[in-house]
């Protein structure tokens, strides 16, 4: 259970778009403005942790807080839209994209295409959705901004003073400190460590089980990965496995996640998802012989196709968003 108070909380939100530099600074800045109009509401009514809230909701979103303190304007659609904007954008294409892209890759793949054919529609496919995306959700926004013209925003002029920032009224009417979001893990904890070697060794655990029993209890022996695997193919990943676990064990050890780190995870997840794409495509990864087995002849080969673009995306998804994230902790841990 988080131990984090409110403030604690806000603080971590607000600080998260101001430079490195100006961060320790303006959060002891912002914590003694808060600290003071608690305690004085506080000494008012005798309920702290009624007044915290009451401050906290007065302040508003601490994302236009933030940008207040240093004078970061919100221009690209306007600052009375533009955080709404950026995170229904962001949304979307963390939603719309890979599904599109796999529904072209299904199609083409399904009607026959060769792999080059498929990879390039797919890619092509999937940036005329990230430009869709973002030309029709700004342009919604864009008219959205201009019929309210006119209208007051509620956005604090920056004033250079924490007293004055935290004196602003709320920007947008449905924020309340309850949308806070907790502050976020390292990814450098015992726990991290621990989580990930026990997958690592539970996905060796499947390899294994794989090969000498199989998944289909009616079929004793009938393997879902290539038999051909074996031994090479197989000792390998089991190699790449164990560098993982040595790498979080490092990570553990040095307390964060550093560029260099996430750049030796990133050449990890390299080494293991381009070859088993390639030999996916080639029809070398997953076992031939498990479809016509276990499905009936006439539906097997369409099975099978689905299958295998399935486990294409999730191999290509799982290693680009562990070496994104990778990244993405090493660069909060500066």
Do not use: C
């Not at 984090?4 to 971590?12: C, H, S, V």
């Not at 009624?50 to 994302?63: C, H, K, N, Q, S």
């Not at 796999?102 to 990879?119: M, N, P, Q």
């Amino acid at each position: 259970m988080s131990t984090a108070t409110l403030t604690d909380r806000y603080i971590d939100a607000a600080m998260r778009t101001v430079p490195e530099k100006q961060r320790a600074d303006l959060a002891a800045e912002l914590r003694a403005s808060i600290d003071d109009q608690v305690d004085a509401r506080a000494s008012a009514d005798g309920d702290r942790d009624a007044a915290e809230r009451a401050v906290l909701t007065e302040l508003g979103d601490p994302e236009v807080l933030a940008a207040g303190y240093t004078d970061r304007p919100l221009q690209l659609i306007g600052p009375r839209y533009y955080l709404e904007w950026w995170r229904l954008l962001k949304l979307l294409l963390w939603i719309v994209t890979p599904f599109a892209a796999f529904g072209v890759a299904l199609g083409k793949t399904l009607s026959g295409a060769e792999l080059g054919d498929v990879i390039g529609t797919t890619v092509v496919a999937t940036l005329g959705t990230i430009l869709h995306l973002a030309f029709w959700t700004t342009l919604v926004f864009a008219i959205i901004e201009r019929s309210t013209a006119g209208k007051p925003s509620g956005v604090p002029s920056p004033r250079g003073a924490a007293a004055d920032i935290a004196s602003a009224p709320g920007v947008f009417s449905g924020w309340t400190v309850d949308n806070l979001p907790e502050p976020r893990e390292s990814g450098a904890g015992f726990s991290d460590m621990v989580v990930t070697i026990v997958f690592l060794i539970i996905g060796a655990g499947a390899i294994l089980w794989d090969q000498f029993i199989g998944f289909a209890p009616a079929y004793p022996g009938l393997s879902f990965l290539d038999p051909g695997l074996w031994p090479w193919w197989i000792t390998g990943l089991f190699v790449v496995m164990a560098i993982e676990a040595i790498l979080q064990v490092v990570v553990f050890l040095r307390g964060r996640w550093t560029f260099g780190l996430a750049a030796v995870n990133a050449a990890l997840n390299v080494v293991v998802a381009v070859p088993a794409l390639v030999l996916l495509f080639e029809g070398r990864l997953l076992n031939a012989e498990f479809w016509t087995t276990v499905i009936p002849p006439d539906s097997s080969e369409t099975v099978a196709t689905i299958m295998a673009i399935m486990t294409g995306f999730g191999i290509a998804a799982i290693a680009l968003w562990d070496s994104i994230d990778a990244f993405l902790k090493a660069r909060r841990a500066r």
